[in-house]
């Protein structure tokens, strides 16, 4: 599959996904109230970030031994016996691990924490299953698992709305169902494909070890980078906050669903050996253009969207558009990302979400006591620049590019030769 066609079917997708994900988060939003609404928002994080620290490697570990050395089924037996061992491991330890949660998370419960922890395993699961078929090119199948999950998560959150009974416990154990049919859906899928559990063979494992852990750090930092800051937002202003500042979020979430999707497609073109560097430079093109066009529309329309979706909401206009001005940095440096760790995690995708994520706390630490959410949004957007402009600058600087080269209309065409970085050979 070309990728113009990998992207227009993942992005029909993707929209797809978001339209009944949207739909959800709106019921949510306005069912549970601000407070539980905020702690929702806060699981989410931790749930996603879960999956990082456990499970990262184990995505770009077998995305890697997939697309370049075929071993497919060692790859899944891999992460099944992976994701059942921490299964045991995080379930047995759960009373012991609930006061950490307890941190993180007001008003916790272990009934709540387990089925937290619940959410992380499939998610471990979930991450092995799409690095798979990412490395094996299954680009319907990719697009298919979150599909099903956001479709089951809609229709049980509105099977509880019909019965007048959505609070945060009862919404969360929809998520985990939810959840746990799409990794239903994925296993099938790969045992009709001749799939049958084994023991995974020790030339997998420390292929995906190796390739993975250099990505783990590395995508855990620009995780924390872009979400860590609600987990300060609830420190210093609470929960009800939260929920002011994750409606915010969004639909910064909903601009950044292009970018995620055009660096997905890329990446498993970067790891197949199919991009010389010119088609990322026309990726990044068009992706820094759609973001900018997105970020005025939200200025203009923000108000009449937050009326119509999160009417209880009017206040999350302000940090809103703060957000954008990064948003459409880290847009585009989300593509440069992907050809990044495409080519092997060199040493700027962890220094580069390092600084900007450090520049991203200073910031929350010292203007959330004195601007609240507003704070938060304008903290994150610098440090969202930050790290855009510094992966751009590191492959540009490998083809010995300009940024002209980026910030060009990319339906305008030139008389020189273009992008001559790139077509010279100074692919990295």
């Not at 995508?219 to 202003?237: A, G, N, P, Q």
């Not at 080519?343 to 630490?365: E, F, I, K, S």
């Amino acid at each position: 599959m070309n990728y113009l066609r990998g992207f227009s079917f993942n992005m029909a997708s993707t929209l797809v996904v978001f339209s009944l994900g949207f739909v959800n988060t709106s019921l949510l939003a306005h069912a549970l109230g601000r407070e539980q609404y905020g702690v929702l928002k806060l699981w989410t994080v931790l749930v996603l970030l879960g999956g990082l620290v456990l499970a990262e490697w184990l995505n770009k570990g077998g995305t890697y031994v997939v697309g370049r050395l075929r071993a497919r089924n060692a790859a899944v037996d891999a992460s099944v016996l992976y994701a059942v061992a921490m299964a045991g491991v995080l379930l047995l330890s759960a009373p012991l691990t609930l006061g950490l949660g307890q941190l993180l998370i007001p008003g916790l419960s272990l009934p709540v924490w387990l089925t937290g922890l619940g959410l992380i395993v499939f998610t471990v699961l979930e991450k092995g299953q799409l690095g798979v078929l990412l490395g094996d090119g299954r680009m319907r199948m990719y697009s298919l698992l979150p599909l099903v999950f956001v479709a089951a998560y809609l229709l049980g959150n509105l099977a509880l709305a019909w019965q007048g009974q959505v609070e945060l416990d009862q919404a969360m154990a929809v998520w985990l169902a939810a959840l746990g049919l799409a990794v239903a859906v994925g296993m099938a899928a790969f045992i009709g494909t001749g799939w049958r559990p084994a023991l995974p063979d020790r030339d997998t494992w420390g292929h995906m070890l190796r390739v993975g852990a250099r990505g783990e750090v590395a995508l855990v930092l620009v995780f924390l980078l872009f979400k860590s800051d609600v987990f300060l937002v609830s420190h210093y202003l609470g929960p009800a906050s939260v929920g002011v500042y994750g409606v915010a979020t969004n639909f910064t979430d909903m601009m950044q669903r292009v970018p995620n999707v055009a660096a997905v497609v890329l990446f498993s073109k970067v790891v197949r050996g199919e991009d010389s560097g010119r088609l990322t430079l026309q990726v990044a093109r068009w992706v820094l253009w759609f973001s900018l066009a997105c970020a005025l529309t939200l200025v203009g329309l923000g108000r009449l969207l937050l009326a119509v979706a999160f009417p209880d909401y009017p206040d999350a206009y302000a940090p809103l558009v703060w957000l954008l001005p990064g948003m459409v940095f880290s847009g585009c440096g989300s593509v440069f990302n992907s050809r990044l760790i495409g080519q092997g995690y060199p040493p700027v995708t962890v220094w580069a979400p390092a600084t900007a994520l450090g520049v991203n706390v200073g910031l929350n630490l010292w203007l959330i006591p004195s601007l609240g959410v507003i704070g938060a949004a304008l903290s994150t957007s610098v440090a969202y620049t930050l790290w855009g402009l510094l992966v751009a600058w590191r492959c540009l600087r490998q083809w010995d590019a300009g940024w002209r080269e980026v910030v060009r209309p990319p339906w305008r065409r030139t008389v020189r030769q273009e992008d001559p970085g790139v077509s010279q050979g100074g692919a990295p």
